[in-house]
């Protein structure tokens, strides 16, 4: 196990990695906040969903996730059609303009991200990539549970 100071020095990073994902988010289409942009992403990942999935999948809560999937039905991006096995819920899914979005939004971030990175090599990338995967998954895997803050 590392020491306490790498520990202590990758939640610096962490905090510091909030000025990345703003970025991101300004390279999205002024019409698509990452709200949306999110919404969107995880229809287009894990397909038709209920709005009660959406909410867990984006860990907010359902006024919120009400709210973007509201901002994208209005544009034309998902449909939302009864439930068959509850008529009072909704399923959602992605409309071909919603895919279309999609596919500008992967562009946007893809082509923000080769930039940043142009003086990067392939491997370091795919070594960043691999290692976000490992610990997203050792995220995953982890039962909830509130960590001890001591001070």
């Known amino acids: ?26 390279a999205l289409p002024a019409d698509c906040p990452s709200g949306s942009a999110a919404v969107l992403t995880l229809l287009e990942r894990h397909g038709d969903m209920r709005m009660s999935k959406l909410a867990d999948l984006l860990a907010v809560d359902m006024s919120v996730t009400s709210r973007h999937v509201a901002h994208v039905a209005e544009r034309g991006w998902i449909d939302r059609s009864p439930d068959p096995a509850d008529k009072r819920g909704r399923i959602l899914r992605l409309t071909p303009a919603g895919r279309a979005r999609v596919e500008e939004l992967a562009r946007c971030t893809t082509r923000l991200l080769a930039e940043r990175l142009s003086d990067w090599t392939d491997d370091e ?27």
């Open 1 to 26: 196990m590392a020491e306490q100071a790498v520990y202590e020095e990758l939640v610096r990073q962490f905090s510091a990695f909030g000025a990345v994902k703003r970025e991101l988010g300004r």
């Open 125 to 151: 990338v795919t070594q960043l990539t691999l290692l976000m995967a490992r610990l997203r998954r050792c995220f995953d895997e982890q039962s909830p549970r509130t960590p001890a803050i001591t001070t």
